[in-house]
């Protein structure tokens, strides 16, 4: 059987690894078990048939403080997976008026994504095809077609203005128009053939693009209200701003644009056209269930624990978040979810759940829900030898970010190695003193930091200039800060 996810069986667990290495600093173990994880869909998939079903995911719950990656290994992995993911925050269910009511969102809105990644896919397949029939309909509108077409209009819109782009015959005298019809009407196909093709070559050129001309397309106005459904719509999976939307039909409009503009409207439209929406809605619910991924962060939010955060009992408090557990239980066991696109098992879906677990504790979850997060990884704190290492060596590490944002002003802005290296330091000793916040802490420092550097840029740090980072910049600015408690809790 071949894999519902055409992307993930292309990288080993290994490779996962280092594709995670290129933003994820440490935190090796979180990393194994979810390349792991992700490599054991397609294996799965590809197993026998009388096992496949038989093979659970392996779900995994990641331990660790705020800001050590948790979250981060989330958002790349669905990356790296390209199949369909899903991140959802635990304590949303907590609200007053959901109380795990509404826990079955969360399918509901994988499979949204699902369908969308793989109208996408079918879009791109069909691009060609549909590029191909932007420029024939644009073709109609600059040489309108023979049967009742006006010399002005044509088939979805009117032609460019001014001479040449629509064909006219000259007027023939009355006793001679009948006996010359056929012949005339031969010689007036072939020439808007011939023309047809010259106008052809130079769209494609582009020798058009700037040229303006009247298409009409589907108007992308919804209705201006919002339409609330009673308790219990939501999860039927009927959506009736969507249902009331579309009693009316697709309206059109007119809209003047370029023909290079009229290109890219016209062949969206024409994808749209090609694509067999059951086909995507049915491969996308085989991608949910093959290859569905959710991502629930902040459990530890609804883990109960013996005193509340705020030190009282919490016994009503502790109800609501069992309640939510309860309802969280028979979706990650695996349940049928009822969605506007058909039924979906929950049955294949990998679940990853992460809390800081700095109140409550892993062993505050119901025994129930625990069994079905059967790997545990703890995630380390982050101390200055990692933060150094955040600052310089991923692909979108901070002090990169920053200089691209004073290059888009003209201005180098440049690091030297003692001066990040104080910046560790720092950070790492804030995060020991006030707060652990973990690499969070680093855009706080660094924005303190360059306050004025990015305030003063362009006004009195004219472009073409260069500042330099120093250690003793970084002292000057941050040391006095860092060194007072009192301070660093309100500015660190």
């Known amino acids: 059987m071949p894999s519902t996810s055409p992307f993930d069986d292309e990288l080993t667990p290994r490779q996962i690894v280092e594709e995670l290495n290129e933003y994820i600093i440490g935190q090796d173990e979180a990393k194994k078990n979810v390349a792991i994880a992700l490599r054991n869909r397609w294996r799965r998939q590809n197993a026998p048939d009388d096992m496949r079903e038989e093979i659970m995911p392996n779900n995994i719950i990641m331990i660790g403080p705020t800001g050590v990656g948790k979250t981060e290994i989330a958002r790349r992995l669905a990356k790296l997976a390209r199949a369909p993911f899903i991140k959802v925050e635990a304590s949303k269910f907590t609200e007053v008026g959901y109380v795990g009511r509404d826990v079955d969102s969360m399918i509901r809105d994988l499979t949204d994504i699902a369908v969308n990644l793989v109208r996408e896919e079918h879009q791109k397949e069909v691009q060609d095809r549909a590029r191909e029939r932007a420029e024939e309909r644009i073709l109609d509108i600059l040489i309108p077609p023979e049967e009742g ?47 047809r093709e010259k106008f052809r070559e130079k769209l494609k050129r582009g020798d058009l693009d700037d040229r303006e001309i009247e298409i009409e397309v589907t108007s992308d106005q919804s209705p201006m209200m919002q339409v609330f459904g009673p308790m219990g719509m939501e999860e039927m999976g009927v959506n009736l701003q969507d249902l009331l939307g579309n009693m009316g039909g697709q309206q059109r409009k007119k809209r003047r644009v370029t023909v290079d503009e009229a290109r890219d ?95 409550s504790k892993p062993s505050d979850l119901i025994p129930e829900l625990q069994g079905r997060f059967p790997i545990r990884v703890e995630l380390n704190n982050l101390d ?38 104080e910046i560790a330091r720092i950070a790492a000793e804030v995060n020991t003193e006030v707060e652990n916040i973990g690499a969070r802490r680093l855009h706080t420092v660094l924005t303190t930091l360059l306050e004025d550097v990015l305030f003063d840029v362009p006004d009195q740090v004219e472009p073409g200039s260069s500042v330099v980072v120093d250690e003793d910049m970084v002292r000057e600015r941050l040391s006095s800060i860092a060194a007072s408690r009192d301070l660093s809790q309100y500015i660190l």
């Open 149 to 195: 077409a006006s010399p002005s209009t044509g088939s979805g819109g009117q032609s460019i203005n001014g001479p040449g782009f629509v064909l006219q015959r000259g007027e023939d005298e009355p006793e001679t128009r009948d006996a010359e019809t056929s012949d005339g009407d031969a010689s007036e196909a072939s020439l808007r053939e011939r023309t």
């Open 265 to 359: 409207i016209l062949q969206e439209e024409e994808a749209q056209k090609l694509i067999d929406m059951d086909q995507v809605k049915e491969d996308a619910m085989e991608r949910v269930q093959q290859s569905g991924i959710v991502f629930i962060d902040e459990i530890d939010k609804v883990a109960s624990g013996t005193r509340s955060s705020d030190g009282g009992g919490g016994a009503g408090q502790g109800v609501s978040r069992q309640g939510v557990q309860r309802d969280l239980l028979p979706i990650v066991e695996g349940s049928t979810v009822t969605t506007k696109h058909g039924m979906v098992k929950t049955d294949h879906v990998l679940f990853i759940a992460s809390g800081a677990f700095h109140v």
């Open 384 to 421: 200055e030898d990692d933060f150094y290492e955040i600052l310089t060596k991923p692909k979108n590490a901070l002090i990169k970010q920053y200089r691209a944002l004073l290059a888009s002003e003209g201005v180098e802005i440049t690091f030297e190695d003692e001066g990040v290296r």
